[in-house]
T-cell receptor, first 110, second 113 residues
Framework: GQSLEQPSEVTAVEGAIVQINCTYQ??????LSWYQQHDGGAPTFLSY????GLEETGRFSSFLSRSDSYGYLLLQELQMKDSASYFC???????????FGTGTLLAVQP | DADVTQTPRNRITKTGKRIMLECSQT?????MYWYRQDPGLGLRLIYY???????NKGEISDGYSVSRQAQAKFSLSLESAIPNQTALYFC????????????FGPGTRLTVT
């Protein structure tokens, strides 16, 4: 089967750094995507890692380790507007599909 | 104007009724998807289409059907709605090989009573 695991909730304070982990078990794995979804809104694409290592985009970075079937999203200088759900999603190139994790609800406190 | 639009945004229907959810996009993307979202279950793929003549079942296609009327339009139908189809439904698009980067519509909140 195919599955992704991520924590259901994470809490952090404004200005801090938070890491959201994701472990996956998927066949034909090509890469790992991350999406953000504010309450009541649509998911929006944040990043994609096809290769091992860290990809940085502004305050957000995403990491992948294929050997460990593991990735994480790192959010720095947290702002209140970062309070949202974050989903990792495994891309199976052979299947051409995204399989989503169940999401991590990030609460940023003042 | 939004690149991916969904109609209706909210719908309440009764058990046994047929209902259609519509999705249109102006992004010029060839690939379109329908997902449902339930609390605690993330996004699950119902159907996807890589072009007008290509329709594929996703993880949870039972009880649903789709139609790709044009490159820009992808409709989802519930033939006979049941209460456990109450959910938030999202349409998404992507281009070419970049299936990992999808663009989502605003969602349709469907309630089946």
């Amino acid at each position: 089967g195919q599955s992704l695991e991520q924590p259901s909730e994470v809490t952090a304070v404004e200005g801090a750094i938070v890491q959201i982990n994701c472990t996956y078990q998927t066949s034909g794995f090509y890469g790992l995507s991350w999406y953000q979804q504010h309450d009541g809104g649509a998911p929006t694409f944040l990043s994609y890692n096809a290769l091992d290592g860290l990809e940085e985009t502004g305050r957000f970075s995403s990491f992948l380790s294929r050997s460990d079937s593991y990735g994480y999203l790192l959010l720095q200088e947290l702002q209140m507007k970062d309070s949202a759900s974050y989903f990792c999603a495994a891309y199976g190139g052979a299947t051409n599909k995204l399989i989503f994790g169940t999401g991590t609800l990030l609460a940023v406190q003042p | 104007d939004a690149d991916v639009t969904q109609t209706p945004r909210n719908r309440i229907t009764k058990t046994g009724k047929r209902i259609m959810l519509e999705c249109s996009q102006t992004k010029g993307h060839d690939r379109m998807y329908w997902y449902r979202q339930d609390p605690g279950l993330g996004l699950r793929l119902i159907y996807y289409s890589f072009d007008v003549k290509d329709i594929n079942k996703g993880e949870i296609s039972d009880g649903y059907s789709v139609s790709r009327q044009a490159q820009a339009k992808f409709s989802l139908s519930l033939e006979s709605a049941i209460p456990n189809q109450t959910a938030l439904y999202f349409c998404a698009t992507s281009v070419g090989e970049s299936t990992y980067e999808q663009y989502f519509g605003p969602g349709t909140r469907l309630t089946v009573t």
